[in-house]
């Protein structure tokens, strides 16, 4: 008689969650430019905007933008190599209106995406927002991000207004999702 496979659960997670660190700059810049690229395709024009996406000149941008203390940077990371696989920046809004805080970005790799990552990233928004009482909040997803607008959906965002917008000198039309309350 052969004796059946005994199954020990994995002690450590695939992927983990913290804080960013200006150390970060680079593979958030990585992430950013490879997320563009996929999620992006066939609603900004590739030689327009996408193939012209520097992971370089992103990382100089990020190292600016990580000294600000007044936001949310979290980056989510592969826990045996430590590469940054997806990041997420929120904070106050920046556009007049009611919601006090804003979902400024979730990007993730397409390899880590469906493990849970974009609702723990939710989850540390919104918890940090009720934190500093900012108890509504507001993001701004491309009106073509189908899979964005499912996503915000499927964690009780409702579908408020539209925006002409100018990403890279491409306009688009952006939605707001809202949660009024957190």
């Known amino acids: 008689m052969t004796r059946p496979l005994s199954y020990e659960p994995d002690p450590a997670p695939r992927f983990a969650i913290r804080a960013a660190e200006p150390a970060d700059a680079d593979g958030i810049a990585r992430v950013l430019v490879r997320s563009w690229r996929a999620s992006y395709r066939g609603i ?4 327009g905007v996408l ?7 992103r990382a100089s941008k990020w190292r600016r933008i990580l000294r ?3 936001c949310l940077h ?17 904070g106050p809004r ?4 009611p919601w006090a805080g804003e979902v400024y970005a979730i990007y993730l790799e397409h390899y880590a995406k469906r493990h849970g990552l974009g609702r723990r990233f939710f989850g540390e928004v919104t918890a940090w927002l009720y934190a500093r009482h900012m108890r509504s909040m507001i993001v701004w997803v491309l009106e073509d991000n189908h899979h964005a607008r499912r996503f915000y959906e499927a964690l009780g965002g409702r579908a408020a207004h539209q925006a002409r917008s100018i990403v890279s000198g491409h306009p688009v039309i952006e939605r707001a999702y809202v949660w009024d309350r957190l």
Request: charged share 35%; aromatic share 6%.
């Open 68 to 70: 600000d203390d007044t």
């Open 51 to 57: 193939d012209r996406l520097d992971v370089g000149e």
């Open 74 to 90: 979290l980056v989510a990371y592969d826990t045996t190599h430590r590469d940054v696989i997806g990041f997420c920046e929120a």
């Open 44 to 47: 900004l024009p590739l030689d």
């Open 94 to 97: 920046r556009r007049p209106g």
